[in-house]
């Protein structure tokens, strides 16, 4: 009889099949305690990410394809239409620089002295002094006596807090046409010389004058 009771009795032996397993337990572990503890979910993808990634890629190809206007389009959409795909949104942004320089129309280098001189006035005006000087030395190496260049030139360097050049293409500049001298007196994009013995030594000094004098440029649009 001990014998038949041992084998009526169950060992506490783990389930032997899935259905052995309570269905809500089937995604959970235990922590100490006996506390269950649910596993986590794999992220699921928006259905917008698909729809995003589509439009982002044919704006790669209208890129790929020179086709900077179009492809700025398509990736400005991506922005507009799809603000919740953060991911995507860096990438989007460096294309859609890409595209935007691009499509921008570029200035023709000015190629006449005329040209160069207008636009030497133009960078001055607006504070672009590197333009400036790179546009009005080509025209005094083209033409070493020409005082409109030569007054621009100290104009330029006077504002870039250059005074020594400054100052050195003012002399030449009215040995070249003593009306520059005048205007040089009131010119207020002169005012960062006032205060150098050199500029008011070249102020004083007169010049001889040059047989084709020219009318002096003012390098303000408007004063």
């Known amino acids: 009889m001990a014998k038949q009771r041992r084998q009526l009795v169950k ?21 100490p305690g006996g506390i269950p503890q649910a596993q986590p979910e794999t992220p699921k993808r928006r259905t917008t990410y698909v729809e995003a990634v589509a439009l982002y890629e044919r704006g790669l190809e209208a890129l790929q394809r020179h086709a900077f206007g179009d492809a700025a389009d398509l990736f400005d959409s991506v922005l507009r239409q799809y603000p919740e795909e953060k991911e995507l949104h860096e990438r989007v942004r460096l294309y859609l620089n890409i595209c935007q320089r691009q499509a921008t129309p570029k200035e023709a280098a000015p190629q006449t002295q005329e ?47 250059e005074p020594a050049e400054a100052i050195a293409h003012l002399e030449r500049a009215i040995a070249m046409n003593p009306e520059n001298r005048a205007l040089a007196k009131s010119d207020p994009d002169l005012e960062p010389l006032r205060g150098d013995d050199a500029f008011r030594t070249a102020l004083d000094t007169p010049a001889a004058t040059r047989a084709d004098r020219r009318r002096p440029i003012r390098t303000r649009t408007a004063r």
Do not use: W
């Open 11 to 31: 060992s506490p032996s783990a389930p032997t099949s899935p259905s052995d397993v309570p269905r809500e337990q089937s995604s959970m572990s235990s922590l």
């Open 115 to 161: 040209e160069r001189l207008y636009a030497a006035t133009l960078a001055i005006n607006g504070g672009r002094y590197d333009q400036a000087i790179a546009n009005l030395r080509l025209v005094r190496d083209e033409d070493p006596d020409n005082d409109h260049a030569l007054y621009m030139l100290a104009v330029a360097h006077a504002q870039r807090g």
